[in-house]
């Protein structure tokens, strides 16, 4: 009898009847003599109409608060999911973060984990119980609660995967596994087979949400088998592995687009050693993580210092770069919020030359300019105006012959 951790995403439980029939998959699995524990996020879009209520209450809610707030959605779900199983026949009792022992670090609304205790889960299954978890949060050492990020409930997932030794760690949403390209932008995506945790987690710090980026690194760290598919369907999806040989061969695995960032330049920085580091230690002070980084070559003393952040800190990152440059005698602080950022996945990037230019000779046969530009081993960024985005993610899509044949 094997273990098995499903994870069901909000359109998945978005509504009474689409709970019964993820109960109804669940009891399948249960009555074809698996252990099952089950994640679920909140229904729908609450945590979007949560999130949408205390901005009506409070312009600067406390994080704490904002917590306990946000949790309430995914208690919901578990709750009538349990309902729904119980009146199908199956025995199932739902729990909390808190209440499996998902103990985190105190960081509010990005809270990281730091031990998972499952003390109760086991206990349950053993009584013959499908256990259904809140995803997406969590409980310091001193009993606060804690959420785990947009999307945590993937991270859920993985953490209880890793901690129960789960035979497969099945990730049900409303597509049916990993596309070459978010297949609503793009709709000759095609499904991948198999994907590595580095290439997913690269697509997911670059836009592709169907995957939290920080369930990538937990699942990575520990070897957690992973199936992405739907839950409208009983379709196989993709599967989420360490890299094999053959995943090499792939040069292009996928494409993604981001769009909630901002660039921001500092004018006229004096060439001088230390500045850079003056500038981004008062930026990471005031927590704000730094994307893509461009400085010019200063031939004349001064030079341009350009670095792209969240769009939701840009506010923020503009009091201090002002601040910071007042204090370097640099010059103006500008800013451009109307930019997207394209990214091109793979593997095989390692062992093959000529990506970038294929990616560029791409966006200019399109006419469309390139802003900064970022590479690591294996994907190469490209930042583009906003309103070339659509454009810009069907063509190099097509560059790279990853759509369905025809
Ligand atoms: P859930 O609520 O199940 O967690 P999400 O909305 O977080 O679902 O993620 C699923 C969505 O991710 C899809 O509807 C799809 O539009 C989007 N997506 C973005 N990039 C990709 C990709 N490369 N492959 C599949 N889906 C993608
Ligand atoms: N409900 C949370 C969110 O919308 C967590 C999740 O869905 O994974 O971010
Ligand atoms: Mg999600």
Redesign the pocket.
Known sequence: MALIVQKY??SSVASPERIKKVAERICRARKSGHQVVVVV?AMGDNTDDLLSLAAQVSRNPPEREMDMLLATGEQVSAALLAMAAQAMGVRAVSMTGAQVGIVTDRAHRNARIQDVSAQRIKQALAKGCVVIVTGFQGITPDHEITTLGR?G??LTAVALSSALKAKICEIY?DVEGIYTADPRVVPNARKLPSISYDEMLELASLGA????ARSMEMAKKYNVPLHVRSSFSRRTGTIISKEVKAMEQVVVSGVSLQKDEAKVTICDVPDRPGLAATIFTGISDANINVDMIVQNVGRTGLTDLSFTVPRADLKKVLRVARRVAAKVKAGRVIHDEDIAKISVVGLGMRSHSGIAAKMFQALAKESINIVMISTSEIKISCIIRKNQAAKAIKTIHDAFGLGKQR
Do not use: F, K, R
Request: aromatic share 0%.
């Open positions: 995403g909000g996020s999307g409930s993937d949403t949400q169907v995957m939290q």
